[in-house]
């Protein structure tokens, strides 16, 4: 829709894009650290023992997102043939699962090395993900990626931007609710097709409030939070990529007879995972836990647990 929002007119390098997707992955990253940040202490966890770990999940999750996108979309073939494609951002993207699988892994092991408990941490951090999640779909919004399925725009459907833009969004009276035409985007232009950022955004930003709630409300053993996050996730994700229309997600992989996408089969194992975290760890409760305090040069401080704010 608007894929870039700035150019920049420079007489030794031409016109400089800088792009909407990029501006909202960083927001993304922000925001879901701001909040990670200051739920960490609430469970006696020193928010400034993640700082380390925020740069290990950004570095590990753009390079994880890449590298499932390259590997396993139609570009395949070429990366393979020259894996320094991979630092050609002008072609490919990147895929969410490739993201929250290394940034997962990287932060696990930063747990484990710096003594973090990794439940705890992942139940406090992990709804922060859908809600990175909502803010990095909105640029794909904007830059007309991941987009859904061609349809007609039915009769009574609402326009939501002036004719005079170009690109429109329609209101729907009932299923499929919301649809969208790009003019100028990376994926289908001129062509009405099904909202499908739009309908993730709504999916990640409802897990991550539903989550948080169960975080600060409904906690009945360390793990249920995270397991929470992966299991809901691993059910929306299917349902959505059924709603796709775009051709570079990796098409045809066959599990038991039906035809798969690779978000579609990755998330056959990341729901069996949660269940397995929730099956293993239901019986054992929260362990104890006390708010971290944060202690000044004579051993005093204020309590930064207690007094950040519970997101």
């Known amino acids: 829709m608007y894929k870039t929002f700035f150019v920049q007119h420079s007489s030794q390098f031409g016109d400089v894009p800088y792009n909407t997707w990029g501006l909202?992955?960083?927001?993304?990253?922000?925001?879901?650290?701001?909040?990670?940040?200051?739920?960490?202490?609430?469970?006696?966890?020193?928010?400034?023992?993640l700082v380390g770990m925020y740069l290990l999940a950004v570095i590990g999750g753009l390079a994880g997102a890449r590298l499932l996108h390259l590997s396993m979309s139609d570009d395949a073939k070429a990366f393979f043939a020259n894996p320094m494609?991979?630092?050609n951002l002008t072609r490919g993207g990147f895929a969410f699962y490739g993201g929250f699988i290394a940034a997962g892994?990287?932060?696990?092991?930063?747990?484990?090395?710096?003594?973090?408990?990794?439940?705890?941490m992942a139940d406090a951090l992990g709804p922060t993900v859908m809600l990175g999640l909502a803010i990095g779909r909105v640029g794909c919004f904007m830059a007309g990626c991941c987009h859904g399925r061609a349809v007609e725009v039915p009769a009574g459907a609402l326009p939501l931007l002036p004719a005079a833009w170009g690109p429109q969004l329609w209101l729907v009276p009932g299923p499929p609710?919301?649809?969208e035409m790009m003019v100028d985007g990376v994926?289908?232009?001129?062509?009405?097709?099904?909202?499908?950022?739009?309908?993730?955004?709504?999916?990640?930003t409802t897990i991550f409030v539903l989550c948080s709630w169960a975080w600060a409300k409904w906690r009945k053993f360390d793990g249920q939070i995270i397991a929470m996050v992966l299991m809901m996730y691993a059910v929306w994700r299917p349902f959505n990529e059924s709603l796709r229309g775009d051709s570079v997600r990796g098409?045809?992989?066959?599990?038991l007879g039906v035809s798969l996408t690779t978000s579609q089969l990755i998330s056959v194992p990341v729901f069996l995972f949660g269940l397995g975290i929730a099956l293993a760890r239901f019986r054992y409760g929260v362990a104890p836990e006390k708010a971290f305090e944060a202690r000044g040069p004579e051993g005093e401080g204020?309590?930064?647990?207690?007094?950040?704010?519970?997101l």
């Not at 950022?197 to 999916?203: G, H, L, R």
């Open 177 to 179: 609710f919301l649809i």
């Open 105 to 120: 892994l990287a932060s696990i092991g930063y747990a484990r090395w710096q003594g973090i408990p990794t439940l705890k």
């Open 187 to 204: 994926g289908e232009n001129h062509v009405p097709v099904l909202a499908t950022q739009v309908y993730e955004i709504f999916a990640a």
């Open 24 to 49: 909202t992955i960083t927001l993304a990253f922000i925001f879901a650290a701001m909040v990670a940040h200051a739920r960490a202490g609430k469970v006696g966890i020193d928010p400034d023992k």
């Open 251 to 255: 098409l045809g992989y066959n599990l």
């Open 302 to 310: 204020p309590d930064v647990g207690a007094s950040a704010p519970r």
């Open 85 to 87: 494609m991979f630092f």
